[in-house]
């Protein structure tokens, strides 16, 4: 792929309408990572690590639909991504589902610049608008 926007997601089929999304607003991915399933904080660290590894990633999107996956490992684990790592690529991210206020809550009082958003397309259009691919 030749964007700069990075897909960190929870499902093939979640990766494809992701990335779909980011081009039709403008946007074009770069790369996505499934995280699958069976996640811990340890897994989105790495993930958040890998995905933004490449030097043409500019903006990350994470979007996950919590089921089996709790949204609040998730937020947990980018926080602490973040923090470890210094991360200065901009992110938003979209959580649905299994403890998703809880983890709305911990990215709030992280107090890290980053993005939030209620639905896949509010997202994608976050993730285009604020994403030159020039």
């Known amino acids: 792929m030749?964007?700069?926007?990075?897909?960190?997601?929870n499902?093939?089929?979640?990766?494809?309408?992701?990335?779909?999304?980011?081009?039709l607003h403008g946007g074009e991915p770069e790369n996505f990572l499934d995280i699958g399933a069976a996640v811990t904080e340890d897994v989105v660290f790495s993930?958040?690590?890998?995905i933004t590894?490449?030097?043409?990633?500019?903006?990350?999107l994470i979007n996950i639909f919590?089921?089996?996956?709790?949204?609040?490992?998730i937020a947990n684990g980018v926080v602490n991504a973040v923090n470890k790592s210094g991360l200065k690529v901009?992110?938003?991210v979209r959580l649905e589902r299994t403890n998703v206020d809880a983890a709305k809550l911990?990215?709030?009082?992280?107090?890290?610049?980053?993005?939030?958003?209620?639905?896949l397309d509010e997202a994608a259009?976050?993730?285009?608008?604020?994403c030159d691919v020039s």
């Open 53 to 60: 590894s490449d030097p043409r990633v500019k903006f990350v």
């Open 106 to 119: 911990i990215m709030k009082k992280s107090g890290l610049t980053i993005l939030t958003a209620n639905n």
């Open 11 to 23: 499902g093939a089929g979640l990766a494809m309408a992701t990335m779909d999304l980011i081009k």
């Open 90 to 92: 901009p992110m938003v």
């Open 125 to 130: 259009a976050k993730a285009g608008s604020l």
């Open 47 to 50: 993930a958040v690590r890998i």
């Open 66 to 73: 919590g089921g089996i996956v709790h949204c609040a490992t």
């Open 2 to 9: 030749d964007g700069n926007i990075a897909c960190f997601v």
